[in-house]
Nanobody
Framework: QVQLVESGGGLVQAGGSLRLSCSASGRIYSKYAMGWFRQAPGKEREFVAAINWSATSTYYSDSVKGRFTISMNAKNTVYLQMNSLKPEDTAVYYC???????????WGQGTQVTVSS
């Protein structure tokens, strides 16, 4: 089993920044990628960003490219640095992992991010 625990969500004004963290433990393999999805009220979950386990490749949705940065340290913790936040970034953010970063098999419990205008 895999456990993913997110932290770092909160309330921020538009234009501000937040950093999300996700600690991964359990049966994690080097072929896995780590990533983030989000779900806004009344909308479907959408891919945000991902990074491969060796941290040599990153992937971003068009809506966050240039504003968000995903990174990972050597202790199985993945970060999502979110800058220039917009009200439309308001959502529950989920940490994910799995072989396919676009269709991950494991999800965290989610952390709320609210951006006020």
């Amino acid at each position: 089993q895999v456990q993913l625990v997110e932290s770092g969500g909160g309330l921020v004004q538009a234009g501000g920044s937040l950093r999300l963290s996700c600690s991964a433990s359990g049966r994690i393999y080097s072929k896995y990628a780590m990533g983030w999805f989000r779900q806004a009220p009344g909308k479907e979950r959408e891919f945000v960003a991902a990074i491969n386990w060796s941290a040599t490749s990153t992937y971003y949705s068009d809506s966050v490219k240039g504003r968000f940065t995903i990174s990972m340290n050597a202790k199985n913790t993945v970060y999502l640095q979110m800058n220039s936040l917009k009200p439309e970034d308001t959502a529950v953010y989920y940490c994910t992992t799995g072989v396919d970063y676009s269709d991950p098999g494991y999800w965290g419990q989610g952390t709320q991010v609210t951006v006020s205008s």
